[in-house]
């Protein structure tokens, strides 16, 4: 295997950091916590301490520190995006997944280019304007396959729309590879480690190029390597120790940082859900249950300040709509996870499916809710667009940016939204909220700005931004 | 041209540009991304215009005063004449 690569997922400091910490003290926390809110991020011994509150006011304090944190960072965007499955073929055998090789039970499928067109023109008319291409780890789905997906995508039109931004949650791949796929112009490259616990890893994962702990481990190492600057880590909850998994991406993010100057652009925290054939989804070793999962939400959203955070629609609404306080920056909606299954009414597509999905309401439905619930959905991709993307902690390291770009072009793609696909009601509430968006704005020469591109929005001109 | 050596060129203009009050950066484009490369300058939070396009390189700008722009597209265009003369 190859050699050379250290494993920087210290085990036996992971379990000394959770075990010296057991007793946390309310001043302490407090005192963490604060430094988190300084924009700090947070030391293995810090997170181990805020992981290790269990007394209801303990954690209720945590809360509170975690979405005055996401008030004083990111505001209240909420970034939409859909998953896109382009294949589901795989040679991987991971217990816990729907795709893995020895499932007998899935019914394997891998988009056609036409097919591909087809599922964007639908993804698009319902507006979306961001996606994750998810594929299995198969010889077909190559960097050659997934740059031509990449740009098959960015080719599509619909209407007035088209999609800006495109995510990949792939296989890792070696350094020329990479650089493939980045030509392609891609947004962040997704890998997650599923767990960070080497022997769980090695029971989860028994065959295939999967089961080379390092091998993935370092997969986004070369990725950065290859020049793609965004990079989303991410675990698999339920498969391990939750604390532990935890640490797991506080530390992939440390050596990230370590590495190259900056940590990963997004952290995802999927929980495991049943999937066709597959057993252990039903009842996963680690159960993670609701409260621990909010807790472990709002832990990740102190311990790293600037990293996007991505809650998914596998977890049911009710989950969704606490987690989105706790520090959430991204969600997927209306997600449709057969492959195929946006364009075409396709009984069998669970069939197709890696998981189950908790919120399989309409993307106006959610956009409704946030819009209801006092958030500004936002398909911005501007800072993408404009060569700002090197920048990208510039939410966090310039003190206004938020309020001076991303709200403004959350308002303006909002705007887009519910003037080429809302429906009635949507469009309703989403006025409503984005007036009072546009009264708290302060500074005249922003506003000034917004008020004259919403009227060329309004009079047919799309994409504008500041 | 040596890639490194425009890049660094082209920063280095941008500096010079820069200490006029404006915002400028340097981007390279991969699809229909532009990814920064490098930039000097304040935050104006206006929106930026792209001032020039070279190949696969863009100048992004905010703020930047119209014989500046002028000027800097002269530079960039001697600096290419540069390498390939």
């Known amino acids: 295997m190859k050699t050379g690569l250290k494993?920087?997922?210290?085990?036996?400091?992971i379990q000394s950091h959770l075990e010296n910490t057991k007793k946390p003290d309310l001043k302490k926390i407090e005192a963490i916590i604060q430094r988190s809110l300084?924009?700090?991020?947070?030391?293995?011994?810090?997170?181990a301490t805020l992981l290790n509150a269990k007394a209801p006011e303990v954690r209720e304090r945590i809360f509170e520190g975690a979405?005055?944190?996401?008030?004083?960072?990111?505001g209240n965007r909420i970034v939409l995006f859909a998953p896109l499955y382009i294949g589901n073929k795989c040679i991987n055998d991971c217990v816990y997944c729907g795709f893995r090789s020895s499932n007998r039970a899935v019914l394997r499928k891998t988009l056609s280019m036409n097919e591909l067109e087809t599922e964007v023109k639908a993804l698009v008319s319902r507006g979306h304007k961001r996606l994750i291409l998810v594929y299995g780890e198969h010889p077909l789905y190559n960097a050659d396959f997934i740059a031509a997906t990449v740009r098959k995508v960015y080719s599509v039109k619909e209407g007035n729309g088209e999609i800006r931004r495109v995510n990949i949650n792939a296989a890792p791949l070696d350094v020329d590879d990479y650089k493939k796929v980045k030509e392609a112009g891609i947004g962040t490259y997704q890998i997650f480690q599923?767990?960070?616990?080497?022997e769980t890893y090695k029971k989860m994962h028994p065959r295939?190029?999967?089961s080379d702990f390092l091998y993935r481990l370092y997969g986004l190492d070369r990725a950065m390597e290859a020049g793609i600057d965004d990079v989303g880590i991410g675990a698999l909850f339920g498969l391990y120790d939750w604390k532990f998994e935890v640490m797991g991406l506080l530390y992939h993010t440390i050596h990230l940082e370590e590495r190259f100057g900056v940590g990963p652009h997004t952290i995802s925290f999927p929980r495991i859900e049943p999937a066709i054939g597959t057993p252990i989804t039903e009842q996963p070793p680690y159960r993670v249950s609701d409260d621990d999962f909010k807790h472990l939400v709002a832990v990740i959203r102190l311990a790293v300040p600037y990293t996007g955070m991505i809650l998914t629609a596998r977890e049911p609404i009710e989950v969704r709509r606490e987690v989105l306080k706790l520090g959430v920056s991204q969600i997927d909606a209306g997600s449709n996870i057969g492959v195929g299954a946006y364009s075409t009414e396709d009984k069998e597509a669970y069939k197709k499916s890696q998981f189950s999905l908790g919120d399989t309401r309409p993307l106006d439905v959610v956009i409704r809710e946030l819009a209801e619930d006092g958030y500004i959905p936002s398909f911005c991709t501007a800072c993408y667009r404009l060569g700002r993307t090197g920048e990208h902690f510039m939410e966090f390291a310039i003190p206004g940016f938020v309020k001076r770009f991303c709200q403004p072009n959350a308002i303006l793609t909002f705007s887009e939204y519910l003037n080429d696909y809302a429906s009635p009601e949507t469009r309703e509430a989403g006025l409503r909220r984005v007036q009072e968006e546009i009264n708290s704005i302060d500074n005249p020469e922003i506003k000034k700005t917004l008020l004259k591109y919403r009227e060329r929005l309004d009079n047919g001109e799309r994409d504008l931004y500041f | 041209m040596e890639k490194e050596i425009f890049i660094s060129k082209v920063l280095e203009l941008l500096r010079e540009y820069s200490k006029e009050g404006c915002k400028l950066w340097l981007a390279e484009s991969h699809g229909r991304r532009w990814a920064y490369i490098g930039g000097y300058g304040d935050e104006h939070f206006l929106p930026p215009e792209r001032i020039v396009t070279v190949g696969k390189f863009a100048i992004f700008g905010e703020m930047v005063k119209e014989k500046n722009k002028k000027n800097l597209i002269k530079d960039i265009r001697s600096l290419l004449e540069e390498s390939s003369g």
């Open chain 1, 7 to 13: 494993n920087f997922i210290d085990v036996e400091e």
């Open chain 1, 38 to 47: 300084d924009k700090n991020r947070l030391e293995p011994e810090e997170v």
């Open chain 1, 67 to 74: 979405r005055e944190l996401k008030r004083k960072i990111y």
């Open chain 1, 194 to 198: 599923e767990t960070y616990h080497p």
């Open chain 1, 208 to 210: 295939g190029p999967k």
